[in-house]
């Protein structure tokens, strides 16, 4: 079965039960399945397809295809941006220069995604974390990292290139430095 079929089967499930518990109750209030904490239904589908320009920032697209991470960096004034913008909020310039997002940043804080959206459902739980990187940005991404005792502010990270499926794109994650070796 797809994963578009998949989706449909489980939200008529909800649908179904969250039309039961409405003839209960007269609310579209239903208990989370891990937390037991209340959740809205809100009935309305939202189905979004877009296409945007990437033009001006392509190289950041590239970067990642070569398994690399680009921020920008403004010739003008010197803030530097990630993600990368093609035009400096600052100084409102379009003189930027992309610098390649190396080494080991620092995990500045991180969350454990329990409760996920419909879109990231097929997903286990995840972690989101921000590093920051010599580079003078902070990044924000998926952790690497599945036991949440293994992770605290202030570990040493890096990025990595990865290919995210079942969607099967490339993004990038922060992946702990392993400190042992």
């Not at 804080?109 to 940005?137: E, L, M, N």
Request: net charge positive.
């Amino acid at each position: 079965m797809s994963q578009k079929k998949q989706m449909e089967e489980y939200m008529k499930q909800v649908e179904a039960f969250v039309e039961e518990v409405k003839k209960s109750t007269g609310l579209p209030i239903v208990p989370d399945q891990r937390t037991g904490a209340a959740l809205w239904f809100d009935q309305r589908e939202l189905s979004i397809r877009y296409t945007i320009s990437v033009e001006r920032i392509r190289k950041f697209f590239e970067g990642l295809a070569e398994g690399k991470v680009y921020a920008t960096k403004c010739k003008h004034c010197g803030a530097t941006y990630f993600p990368p913008q093609a035009d400096c909020p600052k100084c409102r310039r379009g003189d930027m220069e992309w610098i390649e997002i190396t080494g080991e940043g620092e995990l500045l804080t991180y969350t454990i995604i329990y409760t996920k959206p419909a879109s990231f459902a097929h997903y286990p739980d995840y972690t989101v974390g921000i590093a920051r990187f010599p580079q003078g940005v902070n990044v924000l991404a998926w952790v690497r990292e599945t036991d949440p005792k293994k992770l605290r502010v202030g570990m040493k990270v890096r990025l990595e290139v990865v290919r995210r499926q079942p969607e099967n794109y490339l993004t990038y994650e922060l992946v702990p430095v392993d400190e042992q070796g």
